[in-house]
């Protein structure tokens, strides 16, 4: 299984930008993919999550109303589209996925992408 994260990008509070995970390796029918970030010093945070099942989908309190995740099975990718971002939004986000329910847990999945860099600042 691969993952790759991409859509980073440099931008202003306010702003918005759309991140893509693309898997490659296995079919997405029946698993949960999510998006953690990570910031120097800190220990990786759930953001959010979807289960490629259902469409169920999980948000940590603090992007809830300004993120939203999706979902493309036919292209195997999951997208997280971010508006109104914050400063406090910068880090590196990863995705992750593994068979199962969301999880906002990162001890959840077993397969982790390379990261792509945000950051908000003016």
């Known amino acids: 299984v691969q993952l790759q994260a991409s859509g980073g990008g440099l931008v202003p509070p306010g702003g918005s930008l759309r991140l893509s995970c693309a898997a490659s390796?296995?079919?997405?029918?029946?698993?949960?993919i999510a998006w953690f970030r990570q910031t120097p010093g800190k220990e990786r945070e759930g953001v959010s999550c979807?289960?490629?099942?259902?469409?169920?989908?999980l948000y940590d309190g603090s992007v809830k109303g300004r993120f939203i995740v999706s979902r493309d099975n036919a292209k195997n990718t999951v997208y997280l589209q971010m508006n109104n971002l914050k400063p406090d939004d910068t880090a590196v986000y990863y995705c992750?996925?593994?068979?199962?329910?969301?999880?906002?847990?990162?001890?959840?999945?077993?397969?982790w992408g390379q990261g792509t860099l945000v950051t908000v600042s003016s």
């Open positions: 992750a996925t593994d068979e199962g329910r969301c999880s906002l847990w990162a001890r959840t999945y077993g397969h």
């Open positions: 979807i289960s490629t099942s259902d469409g169920k989908t």
């Open positions: 390796g296995v079919t997405l029918d029946n698993h949960a």
